[in-house]
């Protein structure tokens, strides 16, 4: 069974998704975990959300909080808030819950839902895995998740700024390829930002006039 239904009905806070999981181990379901950002969502998290998936009949994923995206990944992120973030995994058919913590790694959380699978993505050894993640006593399966290589958030996060560099110079001007340049550029004299200007100012005296 996939999950289904509209993509914020499967949100759900730590005391629902408890419930939830206990309802699917009730029905003898097996349950798999996984977390992580999921910040500007790429087909290395598609990939592996559907491997975890495939570990069992029911999907919860667990997303860091954007207090905890910051301290793991720096100031300038998450890109995207978490409300979207969550909403955005969450329409994946292979996911069935998503929830959420603020802690930097998610024991508490593990410790609360008890999963049957934990699933997780990267190279991190499996012993690391335990020893940082995993609450003690964890008596489920621990799975390492594939890889899809150069797949990573911060690698699109690099190239966006790459391609802001290029395509725009100091002041806002256009560069590289197809740019104005030369004198009327420089002055403001000539290319599009002068034809923009022009308009601006006839709508300016237009509605000064009342016209």
């Known amino acids: 069974m996939t999950g289904s239904g509209p993509a914020r009905a499967k949100l759900v806070g730590r005391s629902e998704a408890a419930r939830r999981l206990r309802g699917a181990r009730r ?3 097996r349950v798999v975990f996984t977390s992580g950002c999921f910040d500007l969502l ?3 998290h598609v990939r592996s959300l559907e491997e975890a998936r495939s570990l069992g009949d029911r999907l919860v994923v667990a997303l860091n909080t954007d207090a905890s995206v910051r301290r793991c990944k720096g100031a300038d992120r998450p890109v995207v808030s978490l409300r ?3 909403e955005v995994v969450a329409a994946l058919a292979c996911v069935d819950w998503v929830t959420w913590f603020g802690e930097d790694t998610p024991r508490r959380l593990i410790g609360a839902l008890g999963p049957d699978v934990y699933a997780k993505g990267g190279d991190w050894p499996l012993a690391t895995l335990r020893a940082q993640d995993l609450p003690e006593g964890f008596a489920g399966e621990v799975r ?3 890889q899809v290589p150069r797949a ?3 690698r699109i996060v690099e190239r966006v700024g790459e391609l802001r560099l290029r395509g725009v110079g100091e002041g806002g001007e256009v560069s590289g390829p197809g740019a104005v340049s030369g004198p009327g550029a420089a002055s403001g004299r000539g290319g599009p930002g002068a034809e923009t200007r022009k ?3 006839a709508s300016q005296k237009t509605r000064r ?3």
């Open 84 to 86: 979207q973030r969550a």
């Open 27 to 29: 029905r003898g379901e």
């Open 152 to 154: 990573r958030t911060s």
């Open 144 to 146: 390492r998740l594939r």
């Open 42 to 44: 790429h087909v290395g």
């Open 209 to 211: 006039s009342g016209g």
């Open 199 to 201: 308009r601006r100012e």
